[in-house]
């Protein structure tokens, strides 16, 4: 190929890199810890721990992945009257005293406080709207941010809107915080000895590859009434796997199912008939159903309860097991005050709730076991979802996700100083060039290279006319510098540019679960609904 040839060739390439875009450097995912948070009266709650107002307040939220809004429980209390207040704020997650907020600015409704159209009507109408700070970090708060005080019991717990039109991601896309409305989660480990637990993690804006192994599953959201977090999956096996090795499926006839992954949910969900069949292989004596905080589960006597995993396969063939320590607690609630205790510690909990009577119908869920195995990763802008098996650790590496012609950015981040002060943003709308801007730029720069190119063409010929001219005699070779001369001195090296920087890692916070001498276990949220304890009984499952 002549040298004309990679001039021009040369030039094109630089035109088309232009017209298509550059790609640039995405914005560090913010990642929020899932551990225990001390609320009011020095409560502990589990859940995405966040913080609102001036001065703050903190409080444990669920993560939703349908709702677009951010609900908060105040001191009004929802709970029935046999419930004490303590014991009530304990449950959901803290309330929120807005009379103690300096910054909250309390509006008219969902649109006077810039919050989205969320497909739970009820919860948005039997709502008090306003606005404040909210800290996600503490390096990070969204200033004038919507909040809805909830005036209904759709929500069991305080909930983090991760919805298609979350008001938290666009908040932060808005301000350029993040380039994508996606989020990655690990529920972290509740296991009932502090060698199965471990801190979750939500990650806002990407996902955190430290924390995932292997294959994934991949699918795109699935409108169904059924799943209102639209990630339904389907299950082509589900399969004991015995302490001795053995294995037995409980899927039986279809032999495929439709389930949905859940966050919201404390346990698993299967039919009746699977049910049945775990039942059947599985040792050790039923007592009950529970009615503690992981509510529904199955009780049996701790001697000889069930000590082997769960493994879902899914439709792609990726496993997904459940260890038994993730699978089997002991039955936890609260007390009056708040504190969380082992009901009857003769007893197990299983953390399978078995479909039935008012409930046959219902899709079952992919809840907390589930995710204590499994790195979940939502793209609501791409409207796909991504399952891997987890990889439980406290290492961190953020991934950055973007549109596609953005670089996406791989980064293992060390944390900020605890001394830095918090970043405020306040929302302002989407800032994008119009498109006879773009076009603009397009035509002025196509223009300036097709310049360049007749250039080099006319420089080209004169460079040949003056050659038929001249004898043809051999030049030097230029002068280049020896080998062992000085860097700097003749010749020039390189910067390493910022985004090849070797990586750092973020060093690990181990929260303490040991409170007044007395083992402290981490804390599940309940099921998004309850069904009728009545029709809950032996008789009716086994």
Known sequence: ????????????????????GSCVRQPTPVQIPIRNVTVQNQVLRRGVALSFGTPLQNFALLPNGYANNTFLFDNVQFCSSDIAPAQCVAFK???????????????????????????NHDNVVNCIWGTDTMQLTPQLALDKFPLGISRSNEWDMNTLGLGRNSTVLNALINAGR???????????????????????????????AAKISGDNYTDDFQIDVGC?????????????????????????????????????????TIP???????????????????YGLNLWGMLYQAKDVYAGDLTYTLGSGLNIRIPNHQLVVPELSLTGAGQIIILNDTNREILINSLQDVNKNDIPLLGAPFLSSAYLLVNNDERKFTIWPSKPTQSQKLVALGPTCIATNTTSTAASSPNSPATSLTPAPSRKASRSLIAGIVIGVSGAILFAISAVLLRRRRQLLAAEKKPMIEEPAPATNPEGAAEGLLGWKPELQSDKQPPQEMPTVIYPHLVDSRQIFELSTRSPRASNPDLMTKDNYI
């Open 1 to 20: 190929m002549t040298a004309l040839s990679l001039q021009v060739l040369s030039l094109l390439s630089l035109l088309f890199s232009t017209c298509q």
């Open 93 to 119: 997650g803290g309330a929120f005293n807005v009379g103690s907020s300096s910054t909250w600015t309390q509006a008219s409704g969902i649109e006077d406080a810039g919050g989205s159209q969320d497909p």
């Open 178 to 208: 993040i380039a994508s409305r996606s989020w990655g989660y690990f529920r972290g480990w509740t296991g009932a000895e502090a060698k199965f637990q471990m801190d979750g993690s939500l990650v806002l804006g990407g996902y955190d």
């Open 228 to 268: 209102h977090s639209s990630l339904m999956v389907t299950v082509r096996d589900i399969i004991m796997n015995h302490p001795n090795g053995t294995n037995t499926s409980i899927l039986g006839i279809p032999g495929v199912i439709n389930a949905c992954v859940e966050p919201a949910s404390t346990v698993l």
């Open 272 to 290: 009746l008939a699977n049910w049945q069949l775990f039942a059947a292989a599985a040792p050790g004596h039923f007592v009950n159903r529970s």
